[in-house]
């Protein structure tokens, strides 16, 4: 008498799981898609300045450390970004003080923005059908980036000013400065060592050192995201997001890349513990206005000529 294995609900069952498995099996497969995202340092994933840090530690005044570090910057003579590391070559000052430990320490000292290993976390695993490999570009040398970052980015995502140092623990050198163009250089070399295409790079940064690699980025179609108000990057980038947490920076991303609608960026960052409480989306218009009056006594007075 032949055995009836399963009846009928039994292989509604079956049949259920079975989709199920391959809905599971398909979703496995489909390939991620991959980006890089590349994060400025300085003001971007802190609150405060390398160069102000290291100087408090090595007791030279800030206010000293600003003016010879706002004189460079006018005089053009290095990429914007690259003061500091001029400074610690060439100024006595600090030339002869700094050592590769005081780099460590500041590193240690740095404040850091609220929740930069969750980012990473998130880039990496949680979009669903996205990877995002972060990395850091940036001006400060790089002792301080992977002393700050320790534990939250691999050592070998990081990419700071590098020096070289004599016997004597003096910095001898610099071998490379990834400031201004030194990013755009990086950047690139980074993309085609992952086999990255251009408009699958994200930038994020906040300051003048940022505004050549962002431009690049922009041109090729990849993304960029400001997260100061300052006009020079603002400007450029294609989104502004301003807050203390480093998470906010996903916003733009899970929007604009991944697709995602608000109430499922909130679940996220609900599941890691945060409510988002103020969402305000601020369209700018940078304008700058001068007495019409002006001009036309100028032009009178040109014309006068
Ligand atoms: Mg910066």
Avoid at 51 to 72: N, Q, T, W
Wanted: glycine share 6%; proline share 3%; charged share 25%.
């Amino acid at each position: 008498m032949p055995v009836s294995l399963c009846n009928d609900g039994d292989r509604e069952i079956l049949w259920s799981v079975n989709v199920r498995l391959n809905l599971i099996w398909n979703m496995a497969k489909k390939p991620l898609k991959h980006y890089l995202f590349a994060s400025d340092f300085d003001q971007t994933l802190t609150f405060n300045d390398t160069g102000y840090v290291l100087s408090e530690l090595l007791g030279i005044s800030v206010d000293e450390f600003e003016r010879k570090a706002k004189g460079m910057a006018k005089l053009n003579l290095v990429q914007q970004g690259a003061e500091l590391a001029y400074l610690l070559l060439h100024d006595p000052e600090f030339r002869d003080r700094v050592r590769k430990d005081h780099l460590y320490e500041v590193g240690k000292r740095i404040r850091l923005k609220e929740n930069i290993k969750q980012v990473y976390e998130i880039l990496d695993r949680r979009i669903e059908g996205f990877h995002f490999d972060f990395y850091v570009l940036s001006a400060a040398p790089v002792e301080v980036i992977k002393s700050a970052l320790e534990g939250i980015v691999p050592e070998d995502h990081i990419f700071g000013t590098e020096f070289e140092y004599s016997a004597s623990g003096e910095i001898e050198t610099i071998v490379r400065a990834t400031a201004g163009y030194g990013k755009v250089a990086r950047l690139d070399q980074l993309q085609e060592q992952l086999g990255m295409p251009a408009d699958h790079v994200v930038y994020v940064g906040d300051g003048s050192s940022d505004i050549h690699v962002m431009l690049h980025v922009n041109r090729r179609d990849g993304f960029t995201i400001a997260v100061s108000e300052s006009k020079h990057v603002a400007q450029i980038a294609k989104r502004t997001v301003l807050s203390d947490n480093a998470l906010a920076t996903l916003v733009p991303i899970l929007e604009q890349i991944a697709g995602w609608q608000r109430p499922r960026i909130r679940q996220l960052f609900e599941s890691y513990g945060f409510l988002i409480q103020d969402w305000d989306r601020v369209q700018k218009d940078w304008i700058t206005l001068r007495p019409a009056g002006a001009e036309v006594g100028q032009a009178a007075a040109a014309d006068a000529n």
